[in-house]
Nanobody
Framework: QVQLVESGGGLVQPGGSLRLSCAAS????????MVWYRQAPGKQRELVAV???????NYADSVKGRFTISRDNAKNTVYLQMNSLKPEDTAVYYC??????????????WGQGTQVTVSS
């Protein structure tokens, strides 16, 4: 069993900051890429940022220069530091982990999502 649990969402004013966390737990053998997505009401889910197990990070154009993705491999946790938030960043944010469990099965696992609302 593998679980991903996100935290850190909330209500913030435009220009403010939030830091999201996503912790993976359970029968984890190895984690490859960890990814943040978001889905705004009435819109499709979109990729926000990716951090592979090695190599460089990637961001959606809409968040470049404002968001930073990082990970702590010892804690199986990925973070998303969000600065200079805009109302259009309002969405449910989901994390995804591409990982191999102890059974050596490689699979994508998703968190339950955390709401981020940017409003004055």
């Amino acid at each position: 069993q593998v679980q991903l649990v996100e935290s850190g969402g909330g209500l913030v004013q435009p220009g403010g900051s939030l830091r999201l966390s996503c912790a993976a737990s359970g029968s984890i053998f190895s984690i490859y890429a960890m990814v943040w997505y978001r889905q705004a009401p009435g819109k499709q889910r979109e990729l926000v940022a990716v951090i592979p197990s090695g190599g460089s990070t990637n961001y959606a154009d809409s968040v470049k220069g404002r968001f930073t993705i990082s990970r702590d491999n010892a804690k199986n946790t990925v973070y998303l530091q969000m600065n200079s938030l805009k109302p259009e960043d309002t969405a449910v944010y989901y994390c995804k982990a591409d990982l191999t469990s102890y059974s050596r099965v490689r699979h994508d696992y998703w968190g339950q999502g955390t709401q981020v609302t940017v409003s004055s």
